[in-house]
C-alpha cells in the first residue's frame, strides 16, 4: 500500500478504537454503504468496524477488512482522514482507493453499496457523526466545484 504517515491514535478512555477508510474513485466518485436494518442509525454511511480484541490488526489492516467485510471491494489505503470520536468508539478514518472486488461481494453487515458523486454525498451520508468525515474530505481533497 501506499506509505504516509499520521498522527497517534487516543482512544478516549471507555470507548474502544475503531477503524473506517472513504473509498474514492480516480472520477471523484465515492462509495458509501447502507448498514442493514439501519444499523447504528445509519441509512448511508462509509465502511467501519471496531477493532476486535485478539484480532491483533492493525487500524490500518482492520479498515481495509472492514471495506471488504461491507462494501465487498478491495481497497488500498492511500491517506489519514480524520479522528471521531462517538459515545462508544473512537475512530480512524483513512482515504482509500479501490484496487478490485465487487460490490456484490459485500456481506450481510450491508444492504447496499452505492457509488455516490462527490455533490451529492452530503444530502446522502447524512447521519450526523459523519459530518467532520466529510468536512476532513473536502479540505484534504478540495470537490471540483
Known amino acids: 500500500g501506499a506509505q504516509f504517515s499520521e498522527p497517534a491514535f487516543v482512544v ?28 447504528g442509525g445509519y441509512t ?4 467501519k468496524g471496531k477493532l476486535a480484541p485478539g484480532e491483533g490488526l492493525s487500524l490500518r489492516a482492520n479498515a481495509i477488512k472492514e471495506a471488504h467485510e461491507e462494501s465487498g471491494l478491495r481497497i488500498e489505503l492511500t491517506a489519514f482522514l480524520v479522528d471521531s470520536e462517538r459515545s462508544t468508539s473512537t ?6 482507493r479501490r484496487v478490485g472486488g465487487n460490490p456484490a461481494d459485500m456481506g450481510w453487515e450491508s444492504q447496499a453499496v452505492h ?3 462527490r455533490g451529492l454525498l452530503p444530502g446522502i451520508v447524512a447521519h450526523q457523526n459523519d459530518q467532520a468525515i466529510l468536512a476532513a474530505l ?7 466545484a
Do not use: I, M
Open 12 to 39: 478516549k478512555s471507555g470507548t474502544s478504537g475503531a477503524s473506517g477508510v472513504v473509498v474514492v474513485e480516480s472520477d471523484g466518485r465515492v462509495w458509501v454503504v447502507s448498514p442493514s436494518n439501519r444499523f
Open 44 to 47: 448511508n454511511t462509509f465502511p
Open 91 to 96: 475512530t480512524r478514518y483513512y482515504l482509500g
Open 115 to 117: 457509488l455516490v458523486p
Open 138 to 144: 473536502d479540505s484534504l481533497l478540495p470537490a471540483d
